[in-house]
């Protein structure tokens, strides 16, 4: 099957509304391999966030599969190493996909530092201290450090999607999923939003962007996904998408936004 | 032809003071006490209305495993039993008058059970004092129900979904995430459910229990003066009621400028 260092697997992902009247995701394959920045680009309903999102099952596809760590997580049950029939945690599944979403999503009722440490916390049971001190550096090296006991609100844009990111980060993800990240912020807040994201890349996470920055995805990315009409058209390095595109929907699309 | 209020009638009723002190605090009690019932009850009925269990989840798939396009088994297939216990429950009681409620809870449900007979301050009597609360609570959680579940739906759906996507679980969600901020939300709702209370809690003298309402009645019956102690009992009433809703919207006032950006 795939190669051994492949971290999710998606084989003819499928997801159908209205009884398959619409088709936001139309069999999608494609494999992420660790340390793969993986930018997905393509028109608006093209599907890419619903296939971002299929992901760790914020959206439940209709068909296909998504092989995570060796096990088809579409499936309510798997069969185990040894041999029994076991129920998909999904919970601890969704521990190692850290997700940042384009309208930030922080609890606005918890400072900052709350808002870090209540997973680790709660869901891996770190003690305090630990998650503290694990959230304050984190906060630190997105320069934050000094606002860990703000609440959202105070904050602006770019500061809460970087509080957003070491949030997700603080879970110790395996891969990191980003829904439109600098969507939702004003244009002077998209640098220090993608400055991190660089850094991130940089060490070695493994990413999937869905974005509409074009200079990430051609800079950092190392695979870019073109998408349209729910299928997946073009899946190819940078050079390939943005040099010479040979697809002419990716021609008409690059036409427009770059 | 005689005035319509004497103020001598008010030196006549002066001995009877007592009544009302004690009236006003079973109104007070009656009233708190309902709320916290009608608050945790609407809770668990907000809760099984959103839950999402179907026991017939699986007719909804055909034999090759592609979803019915309509009919019987679909309609079974989303059938959720707490959802329409919780369903019927509210809308049974929202739709008959809650004197009728308190007489079925009086008469027919404690008229089965024993209540001890023991007074609370040496004057509130528990076995009229009981019923009342459970009929007013169970007739308010209903109401709050709604309340609630339209403060928890109020939510944005990308708290869950940011929760969910960090590991936590429904119910850490629910937990940590969106009934702290729906509560929050619904706060003042519940304060003003607290003050329609009040005022309906004088329904319960029908029954026996010693608040206001019954102190007029004490009254009246012992003295046959009516409209004066009436209006004692309106003159209370207002100044518990009016300064409580008028605080309560300060407070909200207060609370949705916190939020403002």
């Known amino acids: 099957m795939a190669t051994s260092d492949s971290l999710i697997q998606v084989r003819n992902l499928k997801k159908h509304y209205h009884r398959g009247a619409i088709k936001a995701l139309d069999g999608v394959t494609a494999d992420i391999n660790k340390g793969d920045v993986m930018v997905v680009i393509g028109p608006s309903g093209s599907g890419k966030s619903t296939f971002l999102r299929s992901l760790n099952l914020l959206e439940e596809p209709t068909d296909g599969e998504i092989i995570f760590n060796g096990v088809d997580i579409t499936k309510k049950k798997y069969v185990d190493a040894s041999g029994k029939k076991v129920k998909l945690d999904i919970d601890s599944l969704r521990q190692k996909m850290g997700m940042v979403f384009q309208h930030f999503n922080l609890f606005p009722h918890m400072t900052i530092l709350d808002n870090m440490t209540l997973a680790p916390m709660k869901v891996k049971g770190v003690s305090k201290e630990e998650a503290e001190k694990k959230a304050l550096e984190l906060l630190d090296r997105v320069g934050l450090a000094d606002r860990a006991n703000a609440y959202p609100i105070q904050l602006s844009g770019g500061q809460k999607q970087r509080v957003a990111i070491v949030r997700a980060l603080a879970m110790e993800p395996d891969v990191m999923l980003f829904d439109e990240p600098t969507s939702a912020l004003d244009p002077e807040m998209v640098g220090e939003v993608l400055d991190v994201m660089k850094e991130l890349a940089k060490e070695g996470m493994t990413m999937v962007v869905v974005t509409h920055e074009m200079g990430f995805a051609r800079e950092v990315g190392n695979r870019v996904l073109f998408m349209a009409d729910g299928k997946l058209l073009v899946d190819g390095t940078p050079e390939e998408i943005f040099e010479n595109p040979t697809n002419p929907r990716l021609q008409e699309f690059l036409s427009k936004v770059l | ?261």
């Open chain 2, 1 to 261: 032809m005689d005035s319509f209020i004497k103020l001598s009638n008010f030196g006549k009723i002066a001995p009877y003071a007592q009544l009302f002190r004690q009236g006003l605090l079973v109104t007070v009690l009656l009233s708190m006490f309902t709320v916290a019932i009608g608050f945790v009850l609407a809770l668990i009925l907000a809760l099984m209305r959103m839950s999402n269990i179907r026991p017939f989840r699986a007719l909804a798939v055909d034999r090759n495993g592609h979803l019915r396009e309509g009919g019987p088994l679909v309609w079974l297939s989303k059938f959720n039993p707490l959802s329409f216990i919780a369903t019927a429950y509210v809308e049974i009681l929202r739709s008959t008058p809650v004197l009728v409620q308190i007489f079925i809870i009086y008469y027919g449900v404690f008229g089965m059970i024993d209540l001890p007979s023991f007074q609370i301050f040496g004057f509130i009597k528990f076995n009229r004092f009981f019923p009342g609360v459970v009929a007013l609570g169970m007739n308010s959680g209903a109401y709050l129900c709604e309340i609630m579940r339209a403060g928890i739906q109020s939510i944005d759906q990308g708290q869950t979904e940011a929760a969910r996507s960090l590991g936590l679980s429904q119910t850490m969600n629910l937990r940590y995430i969106i009934l702290p901020q729906a509560l929050k939300n619904i706060l003042p709702a519940i304060a003003n459910e607290f003050v329609v209370i009040i005022k309906e809690s004088a329904i319960t003298y029908t029954i026996g229990v010693q608040d206001i309402m019954s102190a007029v009645n004490a009254v009246k019956g012992a003295t046959f003066i009516i409209i004066e102690p009436l209006l004692v009992a309106t003159a209370i009433y207002f100044c518990l009621c009016f300064p409580t809703s008028k605080l309560i919207a300060y407070f909200e006032r207060r609370m949705s400028h916190g939020d403002k950006r």
